[in-house]
C-alpha cells in the first residue's frame, strides 16, 4: 500500500502526495544550502578571530621582551 502511494507520488497521480514529496526535497536542499553556508562563514570567523589573536599575543610579547629589555639595560640588577 505505502510502496503504490510513492509511486503513484512520484508518478504524477496523487497530487497532495508529490507536492508534499516535493515540498520535503525543496526544505532539504534548503536546509542543506544554509548548512552550507553556516559552515563557510563559521570557517571565516574563525580565521579572523585566529588572526586577531595572533596578533594580539604577538603584541603581547614584543611587549614583554621590551619590557625585558628595558629593565635588563636600564636595572641591570633586576633579573639576579
Do not use: E, N
Amino acid at each position: 500500500m505505502g510502496g503504490h502511494l510513492l509511486c503513484s507520488a512520484l508518478s504524477g497521480q496523487d497530487t497532495k502526495l508529490s507536492r508534499s514529496l516535493a515540498w520535503a526535497k525543496r526544505r532539504s536542499i534548503a536546509v542543506g544550502g544554509w548548512i552550507i553556508v553556516l559552515l563557510f562563514w563559521s570557517h571565516v570567523l574563525c580565521f579572523f578571530v585566529r588572526k586577531v589573536l595572533c596578533l594580539i599575543s604577538s603584541f603581547f610579547y614584543v611587549h614583554l621582551f621590551t619590557t625585558h629589555l628595558c629593565l635588563y639595560l636600564y636595572m641591570p640588577g633586576f633579573f639576579q
